[in-house]
T-cell receptor, first 112, second 108 residues
Framework: NAGVTQTPKFQVLKTGQSMTLQCAQD?????MSWYRQDPGMGLRLIHY???????DQGEVPNGYNVSRSTTEDFPLRLLSAAPSQTSVYFC???????????FGSGTRLTVV | GIQVEQSPPDLILQEGANSTLRCNFS?????LQWFHQNPWGQLINLFY???GTKQNGRLSATTVATERYSLLYISSSQTTDSGVYFC??????????FGAGTRLAVHP
C-alpha cells in the first residue's frame, strides 16, 4: 500500500516555465489537497478537491491550477513559475471529513 | 477564521525526559489532528483526535473540545522524536488549518 505518492521529489525551474507536480493515492480517498510550506509561514492550502470532478481554491491559489479527473490523481500545475513559488509542496488525502490526513513526502521546488 | 496557537514554540529535551505540547484554538474546531514533521521533512499523522484521549506507544493526546485545547504528551523522549509538531483542524471540506508548530530537539 503506497499511500500518497508525489513526484518529482526535487525540481528546479526557470522563471516563466510551467510544470506539473503529480500526486496519486491508492487508498480510495475522496478528499485531496495541495499545501505549500514556507519558512515562517507554516503550511498553507493551495487547492483542494472533495471528489472527482470537484475542485476549489484554498488560501493561496494564484499561479496554480488543479484538476481531478479520477479519484486517485490530483495534479498541481504551475502556469508560469515565479521565484515566489519556491517552496516545498505537499499533497494530502483523507477518506472523509471525519478522518485523518495522509501526506505525501513532498516536492521541493526552486524557481530561479 | 479560527486561530490556532501552539506552545511552546521551541523545546529542548534530554533523552528520556517527558514533555507536554499544547494547542489552543479560538473557537470550536472539527477533526483536530497532530502531526510530526521529521528532520527530513516528512509529515506523519500522529493522532486524529476531535475529543477524548488516545495513546500510541510513548505518545498520547487529549482534546478537551469544550475548553478549546488539545495536549500532546511525549514520554521517555528519544532523539528520533526531534522535529516539528503541528496541530491542525479542518474546516467544512477538510481544509486543514495548521498551527505554527512546536520545534522539539531531543539531545542524547
Amino acid at each position: 500500500n503506497a499511500g500518497v505518492t508525489q513526484t518529482p521529489k526535487f525540481q528546479v525551474l526557470k522563471t516563466g516555465q510551467s510544470m506539473t507536480l503529480q500526486c496519486a493515492q491508492d487508498m480510495n480517498h475522496e478528499y485531496m489537497s495541495w499545501y505549500r510550506q514556507d519558512p515562517g509561514m507554516g503550511l498553507r492550502l493551495i487547492h483542494y478537491s472533495v471528489g472527482a470532478g470537484i475542485t476549489d481554491q484554498g488560501e493561496v491559489p494564484n499561479g496554480y491550477n488543479v484538476s481531478r479527473s479520477t479519484t486517485e490523481d490530483f495534479p498541481l500545475r504551475l502556469l508560469s513559475a515565479a521565484p515566489s513559488q519556491t517552496s516545498v509542496y505537499f499533497c494530502a488525502s483523507s477518506r472523509g471529513l471525519l478522518d485523518g490526513y495522509t501526506f505525501g513526502s513532498g516536492t521541493r521546488l526552486t524557481v530561479v | 477564521g479560527i486561530q490556532v496557537e501552539q506552545s511552546p514554540p521551541d523545546l529542548i529535551l534530554q533523552e528520556g525526559a517527558n514533555s507536554t505540547l499544547r494547542c489552543n484554538f479560538s473557537d470550536s474546531v472539527n477533526n483536530l489532528q497532530w502531526f510530526h514533521q521529521n528532520p527530513w521533512g516528512q509529515l506523519i499523522n500522529l493522532f486524529y483526535i476531535p475529543s477524548g484521549t488516545k495513546q500510541n506507544g510513548r505518545l498520547s493526546a487529549t482534546t478537551v473540545a469544550t475548553e478549546r485545547y488539545s495536549l500532546l504528551y511525549i514520554s521517555s523522549s528519544q532523539t528520533t522524536d526531534s522535529g516539528v509538531y503541528f496541530c491542525a483542524h479542518s474546516g467544512g471540506y477538510n481544509k486543514l488549518i495548521f498551527g505554527a508548530g512546536t520545534r522539539l530537539a531531543v539531545h542524547p
